[in-house]
């Protein structure tokens, strides 16, 4: 059982490349989330997927895409990167019978 | 979501309590109080949440005042591993699919 998982660990683009963060589930939660964290901040929400077949903006969404694949993964894409992008990418799942989130390791994005 | 206000640093000696304060209060009553911590860089870790009664599991005590416009997270013997960012977070639960918003939290230093 291993939770929350998300590939790759790091990654450094140059502006305007693309890439897709992956991140899979092994819960069987209906809910997934992608956040990102920025030095000394605390975590944003960027777009999240309450069930399969479904997505929803969260509070920064501008610049990135989603697709929830199946109930077990849920990709980020970013179409043209910007080194505002540069961040900590946080993916997370949840079931409503559960108690909170839980939160993969995370994917440190450098964007130049 | 109603705003939560923690202080930015607390400081705690290892083997005893620590507790955390959090603001909440324009809670509504839908809305459920929930901990969170993020040790390091690693993904936040859920550690307890409640309505409106203390709550208590292996982790960690939740008091929340009768008006439930403040609550306290306690953990009863502090150890070194519990150098952290705690996150207090007001959220409706199902009704808002989990949608968290993370603020700066309250950076817990433990001392030997």
């Known amino acids: 059982n291993a939770g929350v998982t998300q590939t790759p660990k790091f990654q450094v683009l140059k502006t305007g490349q693309s890439m897709t963060l992956q991140c899979a589930q092994d819960?069987?939660?209906?809910?997934m989330y992608w956040y990102r964290q920025d030095p000394g901040m605390g975590l944003r929400l960027i777009y999240y997927?309450?069930?399969?077949?479904?997505?929803d903006k969260g509070e920064v969404p501008n610049g990135y895409n989603v697709s929830r694949l199946n109930k077990r993964e849920f990709s980020l894409r970013l179409e043209s990167a910007a080194p505002s992008q540069t961040s900590v990418y946080f993916c997370?799942?949840?079931?409503?019978?559960?108690?909170?989130?839980?939160f993969g390791p995370g994917t440190r994005l450098t964007v130049l | 979501d109603a705003k939560t206000t923690q202080p930015p640093s607390m400081d705690c000696a290892e083997g005893r309590a620590a507790n955390l304060p959090c603001n909440h209060s324009?809670?509504?009553?839908?809305?459920?109080v929930y901990w969170y911590r993020q040790i390091h860089s690693q993904g936040p870790q859920y550690i307890i949440h409640?309505?409106?009664n203390n709550e208590t599991n292996e982790m960690a005590s939740l008091i929340i005042t009768e008006d439930r416009k403040s609550s306290t997270l306690i953990l009863p013997h502090a150890t070194l591993r519990d150098t952290a960012v705690y996150y207090c977070?007001?959220?409706?639960?199902?009704?808002?699919?989990?949608?968290?918003?993370f603020g700066q939290g309250t950076i817990l230093t433990v001392h030997p």
């Open positions: 819960m069987n939660h209906n809910s």
């Open positions: 409640g309505l409106k």
């Open positions: 997370a799942s949840w079931e409503r019978t559960d108690s909170g989130q839980f």
């Open positions: 977070i007001v959220n409706a639960g199902g009704t808002s699919y989990g949608k968290l918003t």
């Open positions: 997927s309450a069930s399969e077949g479904t997505t």
């Open positions: 324009t809670i509504s009553g839908n809305e459920y």
